[in-house]
């Protein structure tokens, strides 16, 4: 067999590639998987346009077969094979694409998709690999061929014997060192995960050997081990079936199935967009808080396919922070992916697919509002606090989107209440939207400052978390009618009586006042006779935008 060497270029590119693009040596099977499902894909675009061609879907699948003696992988395929010039070009060219060129000369698009564009992937099997042999029969030849390499110093292509169209690609595991281990990749576990994880949606079966207990004939107890071909891969992903033909309990199968979460889906999500971005997306709301969900751990994000193929694991930037909690999987064809198919090169696609999901998004989470209070209350106990970060983070840039799924506690219902259901019991003459903030519903009724405005008869909101005045101060205003702490010193309530009382007793007790303020020096601003009290002899107020309840947190803040 003749040597022929890579280019000067094309050797540095190779060792470049091999140690620098991809974060994980495991990604080399989804890249040969990937080539394998390509190859039938070609094969069935070219009986589409070739009457003496039959593609039946059945006939074809992908087997990966180990062979821990000999340190062998081996990845075959049915498809549509390689001649010796296609081994030459495809396999000899780095960064030439035979599956890119197929798909531009092939325009045809009806879900059988091409997933090849870069060209490199083949070469990511030498980063387990210390010699790739393929041998190729290509679709109408007679004659097999063998391409062979151990890497940067070239490939030798030779004559070779294979009784089937097709390819099988031969990996020789490299020997683990001190700082590598090699072994997993012969190891069957490890293999059938990581073809689940990355590839569980190709949709030609990948067939492997495995061993397996089964009872012993003729006796109920005893089990014997066998030798079987198992299929690994789920192959028809959910999100591409129909919704129709889909129970919920398929949906929390698939939730459980990839772990989002230990609990049950509340809700489900499957979007199917077919607009100017073409995406399908399967989205979960859970049902309990991930116990890190408050804290740094917790990392948001959706699983991301690009035509099946497993990209990224949490992409986060998918979801806005204060639907973090939403779980679940995005597939695209649309996105431009970067060479290591890893992380993506433009996100103006992938940008749209987010705000595209953020509405969706909401409007499920209105409805559920809408048709469903119970199982939107239980929601709003799990994750209401991060929607009101979400009104107050970025400058409230996003308040319009959640203003309407905000619930809180009130002075006229036992269940929480929205702003929309505040607004339309209010009385006429009613200008402000009230509130009141404390530890709990029980103390804040107690409060002295609520007295006029519920003696007014006027529906007072509760704030019993820190982030609620803060996210309400965000807002400002709901259909037109200011928030207004019942501590404020302006309620914009009338009473002209009040305030004359108010004025003769300042006007009584004006010593009293200046004694309580001089013991009081640094304390307290100021002491006046209130206007607002009934029961109670005395409450505290304030001046201005900061109530006593915010000044309280803002100083307990790290500066
Ligand atoms: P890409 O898949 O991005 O095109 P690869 O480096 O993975 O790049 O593969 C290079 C080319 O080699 C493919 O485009 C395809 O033409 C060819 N090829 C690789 N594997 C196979 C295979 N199993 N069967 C047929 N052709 C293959
Ligand atoms: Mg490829």
């Known amino acids: 067999m003749a040597k022929k060497q890579f280019e000067a270029e094309s050797k540095r590119l190779l060792e470049m590639m091999i140690n620098s693009i991809y974060t994980q040596k495991e990604i080399f099977l989804r890249e040969l998987i990937s080539n394998a499902s390509d190859a039938t894909d070609k094969l069935y675009y070219k009986a589409l346009s070739d009457d003496s061609l039959v593609f039946d879907k059945d006939h074809y699948f992908i087997k990966v077969t180990p ?39 092939n325009e045809a698009k009806d879900g059988h998709d091409i997933i090849g564009q870069f060209g490199v992937g083949f070469y990511s099997a030498f980063m387990v690999a210390d010699k790739v042999t393929v041998i190729s029969r290509a679709l109408g030849a007679e004659q097999a061929y063998k391409w062979e390499s151990e890497g940067a110093d070239g490939y030798a292509i030779a004559p070779a014997e294979k ?13 683990s060192t001190e700082d590598d281990s090699y072994e997993e990749f012969l190891e069957e576990y490890r293999l059938r995960a990581i073809i689940k994880k990355y590839s569980d949606f190709i949709k030609y079966p990948i067939k492997m050997e495995v061993s397996s207990q089964r009872p012993k004939e003729g006796s109920e107890d005893e089990f014997e081990e066998v030798r079987e071909e198992q299929t690994i891969n789920s192959m028809v992903p959910i999100w591409k079936k129909n919704k129709s033909e889909l129970t919920d309990e ?19 999500l499957h979007i199917s967009a077919d607009g100017a971005i073409v995406y399908n997306a399967i989205l979960f709301i859970p049902e309990n808080t991930p116990f890190d969900y408050y804290s740094k751990e917790y990392e948001k994000g959706l699983e ?9 694991e949490k992409c986060a930037d998918l979801l806005p922070d204060y639907f973090s909690f939403v779980k679940g999987m995005v597939d695209s064809e649309d996105l431009s992916l970067n060479i290591s198919r890893e992380m993506l090169q433009h996100d103006r696609q992938l940008k749209l697919i ?12 209105q409805s559920l509002l809408k048709d469903e209070r119970e199982s939107y209350d239980k929601f709003y106990q799990s994750f209401g606090r991060q929607l009101k970060y979400g009104v107050y983070s970025d400058y409230g840039r996003d308040k319009d989107v ?4 905000l619930l809180f506690h009130s002075s006229k219902a036992d269940k929480l209440v929205t702003l929309d259901e505040y607004v339309s019991r209010m009385p006429e003459e009613q200008k402000y939207i009230y509130y009141a903030t404390g530890e709990s ?41 200011e928030f207004r702490s019942v501590s404020s010193s302006d309620l914009g309530i009338d009473s002209e009586d009040k305030d004359k009382e108010a004025e003769d007793k300042a006007e009584d007790n004006q010593e009293l006042f200046a004694y309580m303020k001089e013991q009081l020096a640094g304390k307290v601003k100021d ?30 803040m790290p500066t």
């Not at 991301?304 to 990224?312: K, Q, T």
């Open 441 to 481: 519903k029980e103390r804040i009724a107690r409060l002295p400052q609520t007295e006029l405005v519920a003696d007014k008869g006027y529906e007072i909101l509760y704030f019993t978390e820190d982030i609620d005045e803060f996210a309400i101060k965000m807002l400002m205003n709901y259909k037109e009618k």
């Open 527 to 556: 002491v006046k006779a209130s206007k607002r009290l009934r029961t109670h002899p005395v409450c505290f107020s304030s001046e201005g935008e900061v109530s006593i309840e915010m000044e309280k947190i803002l100083g307990a």
């Open 354 to 365: 987010a705000k595209n999901i953020k509405n969706k998004i909401k409007s499920q989470l």
């Open 402 to 405: 959640l203003i309407d799924l």
């Open 163 to 175: 009784e089937t169209v097709g390819t099988d690609i031969t990996l020789t595991i490299k020997e």
């Open 250 to 268: 398929d949906y929390t199968n698939f939730y459980q199935e990839k772990r989002y979460g230990f609990d049950k889906p509340l809700k489900h």
């Open 67 to 105: 062979n821990k003696e000999a340190r062998t992988l081996t990845i075959s395929d049915t498809g549509i094979g390689m001649s010796a010039e296609e081994l030459e070009s495809n396999l000899g060219v780095i960064a030439k694409s035979g599956s890119l060129a197929f798909k531009k000369a």
């Open 304 to 312: 991301l396919y690009s035509s099946g193929v497993l990209i990224m």
